[in-house]
């Protein structure tokens, strides 16, 4: 049968990494994207030629909007696998945060994806075992500072992975999540390079993590062989926060 997933972030790097690993995987996937059209339809591209027996729809919605969950419903059917890859950081102390800063991390980390799992929950219990997985955060298990709204809509997806996991358990749907220390993506590229050695000098492995070890884990978590876990938080991070 076929095995189709939802990719939301698609376009950025980690979500591509994870497109890309799936699509090896076996997995017919929905591309989301919000701005980087030329992104996504490059990896629709590619995709598209190295596997031409099977469709990557390229879907776009903005999750920074209140009907952004509902219009990205109304393009997808039969999903069996939602991987939430999306979201922006706010690199800005508390006190400088202001209100449509707030309402804009809420709307992308939570509230949009959890109404899309709602409104698609029907197609994933359609299906004997179904996958949901949160890309979180490192910052959402121990919190930064100059990053204190980031690090709480983080942590509120960790503890949503936890309650929904319980809730959905009964209907075969596997809730889980990979929170990610440093990974070498565009977003954490306006470091300095002295703020980047400070960094690697706490973290024990002396290096950042590569969105295809996030990838690498993701198709773990939906291959199959990780079915009798669900409500997981798993830590990749080098070792930096255990």
């Known amino acids: 049968m076929t095995r189709r997933a939802v990719i939301l972030g698609s376009s950025g790097g980690i979500g591509e990494a994870i497109s890309r690993k799936l699509a090896d995987d076996g997995w017919t996937l929905y591309?989301?994207?919000?701005?980087?059209?030329?992104?996504?339809?490059?990896?629709?591209?590619?995709?598209?030629?190295?596997?031409p027996e099977r469709d990557f729809h390229i879907v776009q919605s903005d999750f920074?909007?209140?009907?952004?969950?509902?219009?990205?419903?109304?393009?997808?059917?039969?999903?069996?696998?939602?991987?939430?890859?999306?979201?922006?950081?706010?690199?800005?102390?508390?006190?400088?945060?202001?209100?449509d800063d707030m309402d804009a991390l809420w709307l992308v980390h939570m509230r949009n994806p959890a109404l899309f799992i709602s409104l698609t929950s029907p197609q994933l219990r359609s299906h004997p075992v179904s996958y949901v997985l949160f890309i979180g955060s490192i910052w959402g298990n121990t919190?930064?500072?100059?990053?204190?709204?980031?690090?709480?809509?983080?942590?509120?997806?960790?503890?949503?992975?936890?309650?929904?996991?319980?809730?959905?358990?009964?209907?075969?749907?596997?809730?889980?999540?990979?929170?990610?220390?440093?990974?070498?993506?565009?977003?954490?590229?306006?470091?300095?390079?002295?703020?980047?050695?400070l960094i690697l000098d706490e973290i024990p492995l002396q290096s950042t993590g590569?969105?295809?070890?996030?990838?690498?884990?993701?198709?773990?978590?939906?291959?199959?062989?990780a079915d009798y876990m669900t409500g997981e938080v798993l830590k990749l991070n080098g070792g930096w926060y255990i």
């Open 143 to 197: 919190g930064a500072a100059g990053e204190v709204m980031y690090s709480a809509v983080k942590g509120a997806q960790h503890a949503f992975v936890k309650a929904y996991a319980k809730e959905a358990a009964y209907t075969g749907t596997r809730v889980n999540a990979i929170a990610p220390g440093w990974i070498d993506t565009e977003m954490n590229s306006e470091l300095s390079m002295d703020d980047k050695q």
């Open 31 to 51: 591309l989301h994207y919000n701005r980087n059209e030329e992104r996504a339809l490059d990896l629709q591209r590619r995709l598209t030629e190295k596997y």
């Open 210 to 225: 590569q969105p295809e070890q996030v990838a690498d884990l993701a198709s773990f978590l939906l291959s199959g062989r």
């Open 64 to 99: 920074s909007k209140e009907d952004g969950a509902r219009r990205l419903a109304e393009q997808v059917g039969q999903v069996q696998a939602i991987v939430v890859a999306l979201g922006q950081s706010v690199l800005k102390l508390l006190t400088d945060t202001n209100s």
